[in-house]
């Protein structure tokens, strides 16, 4: 069943990076991210209404496990990044490999709440044989893809990192409520950024 829900996330991953990617080429990088947090706060508040259930902690929690959001707001800034400069097949190796050592790293040292899990060898000859294919996949690529393999990269670490903060927020709130909780915290960052650093993309728009 674990394996089942597994590769479904695997496919709607590489589907998501394929719909906001495209998203981002029509509308821009800023507007898309701004996008993409109102759908989701909008599509989450319509499933806590019809299940008629709270988002709202039961208690007071650390200011660390609101983070997700604003972390979120940075991977689906360098994954759209990256879109369109490398291919999608390479965006979802990186981004896969990058949470793969993220993830080796926090079960390594039971970080963020996790608990400490021992790492089999295999494991890391495994990362190793991953990175060398992804390398070989990459070769003779141009310079100027490099900030989109970095980006893709970093979207895959800080996924890892958001991912962990916000199960240990939907414990108090809920799954639902874990995913409208970070859409709400990370939209005003991803409103400031439009308006500071992609205000070209609202002078854009038609009207």
């Not at 998203?23 to 991210?33: D, E, I, S």
């Not at 709270?54 to 879109?83: H, Q």
């Not at 999608?88 to 926090?106: F, K, P, R, V």
Request: a positive charge.
């Amino acid at each position: 069943m674990y394996l089942f829900f597994t590769l479904t996330a695997g496919i709607l991953i590489s589907l998501i990076a394929l719909l906001n990617g495209t998203l981002t080429a029509a509308a821009g990088l800023y507007l898309t991210t701004v996008i993409i947090h109102v759908t989701a706060i909008i599509f989450a508040l319509i499933i806590l209404w019809i299940g008629k259930n709270s988002f709202i902690p039961k208690k007071k929690l650390p200011l660390w496990m609101y983070c997700g959001g604003l972390i979120s707001v940075m991977c689906t800034l360098c994954s759209n990044y990256a879109f369109g400069k490398i291919n999608l097949i390479a965006i979802t190796a990186l981004g896969l490999l990058a949470q793969a050592i993220a993830s080796l790293i926090i079960d390594c040292f039971g970080l963020l709440g996790a608990r400490k899990r021992r790492v089999r060898p295999a494991t890391w000859v495994c990362i190793a044989f991953s990175s060398c294919g992804i390398v070989y996949m990459l070769y003779g690529s141009e310079m100027s893809v490099f900030s989109a393999i970095a980006a893709s990269f970093a979207a895959g670490i800080g996924l890892v990192v958001s991912r962990v903060i916000s199960a240990s927020l939907a414990e108090y709130s809920g799954t639902v409520g874990s995913s409208l909780i970070n859409h709400m915290i990370g939209l005003p960052l991803a409103v400031l950024l439009l308006f500071v650093v992609g205000s070209s993309e609202l002078a854009a728009l038609p009207g």
